[in-house]
């Protein structure tokens, strides 16, 4: 009996060790240890939410031309004002508008931005990091960044329960998260690309940002 006892002690045991196990890596999935592995990465990372649309509603409305300046809370932008028309997918040596590419964060993207300075060869290493996860990430140089590599992302305000396309008729703008790095770390980037890619504020899919798809290009899957 008192066998017994230690061999059903020692299961609770194991069992406990398990489910904590298991809630650490889900609690990760969903964007918990993204900022200490940033950090340990020798980056900077911020959860920083955008700021409401002039109307309250409509942040299309606050670009309506891509000669307009918009104002963001991050730079480079992380949620917000954008253009009603976003960028094809892909992975850009050329600059591409700022405003066109938050738009691509609002349909779940995940975007790598570096500066002018950044070296070709390190370029050439975050194009083959992009082409390990193509769907629903994006590329393109920015000015301003100087020799810094930075990852954003917008993620939808989970204490939003409704039809996430009502959202920002209730107020819930999502959260833009961003890392500022000096350099590129592998690890630290697909931990930061795992948690928030596909997790679009207003829905979505996540099928529909595949390399090529764009405005004028459609891959909707969805009637939305």
Request: include cysteine; glycine fraction near 10%; charge should be positive.
């Amino acid at each position: 009996m008192v066998r017994n006892r230690r061999i059903w002690g020692a299961g609770v045991v194991v069992a406990l060790v398990l489910a904590a196990i298991l809630t650490a890596v889900a609690a990760r999935s969903h964007g918990v240890g993204v900022a200490e592995t940033m950090t340990a990465a020798g980056c900077t990372y911020r959860d920083v939410a955008p700021y409401p649309p002039n109307d309250g509603v409509n942040y299309h409305n606050d670009v309506p031309q891509l000669s307009t300046t918009p104002r963001w809370s991050t730079f480079p932008p992380s949620a917000g004002a954008h253009y009603r028309l976003w960028a094809t997918w892909g992975f850009y040596r050329r600059p591409v508008k700022p405003a066109m590419v938050v738009h691509n964060e609002e349909h779940g993207g995940v975007i790598i931005w570096w500066g002018q300075r950044v070296p070709a060869a390190t370029v050439d290493r975050l194009a083959a990091f992009y082409r390990q996860q193509p769907v629903g990430t994006l590329g393109t140089p920015i000015d301003g960044l100087g020799a810094n590599i930075a990852l954003t992302a917008w993620t939808a305000d989970p204490a939003w329960k409704g039809e996430p396309g009502l959202a920002y008729l209730h107020g819930h703008y999502g959260t833009g998260h961003i890392a500022v790095c000096t350099q590129f770390d592998e690890r630290a980037f697909a931990a930061f690309r795992n948690a928030y890619r596909g997790k679009s504020p207003q829905g979505f899919p996540l099928e529909e940002d595949r390399p090529g798809c764009g405005p004028l290009t459609s891959c909707r899957v969805s009637p939305r």
